[in-house]
């Protein structure tokens, strides 16, 4: 079977740091990505993953372990707009993308 | 910017009506999706189309079906509506070289009653 699992909700405070876990079971592996989305709106792409390590886009960092099927996004400078959902896909054979439920960040002041 | 255009943000239907959810990308992607998105279970993926005339079925095809009689437009048909099928329903693309990241549209809530 197929299977992406990231917390459901998280709560963190303005400023702070937060690590925002995914762990997946996939048939097939061909990268992972991380998306932001906000209420009522379209998931925009925020990061993207193939091999193992740490990939660094300013406040934003994502990383990846291929052989424990794990990858976390890391939050720095937590910022009020930061509030969102975050959702972590695994690409599969063809390009199709598997979702996980994704995570409902709340920053707090 | 890459823009995915959905025809509407929300819509009520009845019952059994027949139902289009129109997606227009304007960057010549040859890759276009369908998903529906509800509470708990994450975005699932319904159709994909590759390329013009071109379909798949994706993980949740039932109910569905789907046209791309043209690159840029890619039209989710609801034959007959029913209430499971209240949902959220985006459309995205993607550029076959690109990473095959994908950009969504803002989304259609549909309401069956």
């Known amino acids: 079977g197929q299977n992406i699992d990231q917390p459901t909700e998280m709560t963190a405070t303005e400023g702070a740091i937060v690590q925002i876990n995914c762990t997946y079971q996939?048939?097939?592996?061909?990268?992972l990505f991380w998306y932001q989305q906000h209420a009522g709106e379209a998931p925009t792409f925020l990061s993207y993953?193939?091999?193992?390590g740490l990939e660094e886009k300013g406040r934003f960092s994502s990383f990846l372990s291929r052989s424990k099927g794990y990858s976390y996004l890391l939050l720095k400078e937590l910022q009020m707009k930061d509030s969102a959902s975050y959702l972590c896909a695994v690409e599969n054979q063809g390009g199709k993308l598997i979702f996980g439920q994704g995570t409902e960040l709340s920053v707090k002041p | 910017d890459v823009k995915v255009t959905q025809s509407s943000r929300y819509l009520v239907k009845r019952t059994g009506e027949k139902v289009f959810l129109e997606c227009v990308q304007d960057?010549?992607?040859?890759?276009m999706f369908w998903y529906r998105q509800d509470p708990g279970l994450g975005l699932r993926l319904i159709y994909f189309s590759y390329d013009v005339k071109m379909k798949e079925k994706g993980d949740i095809p039932e109910g569905y079906s789907v046209s791309r009689e043209k690159k840029e437009r890619f039209s989710l048909i609801l034959e007959s509506a029913s209430t499971n099928q209240t949902s959220m329903y985006l459309c995205?693309?993607?550029?076959?070289?690109?990473?095959?990241?994908?950009?969504f549209g803002a989304g259609t809530r549909l309401s069956v009653l």
């Open positions: 996939t048939s097939g592996f061909n990268g």
């Open positions: 960057m010549d992607h040859e890759n």
């Open positions: 995205a693309s993607s550029d076959r070289g690109d990473s095959d990241i994908q950009y």
């Open positions: 993953n193939v091999l193992d």
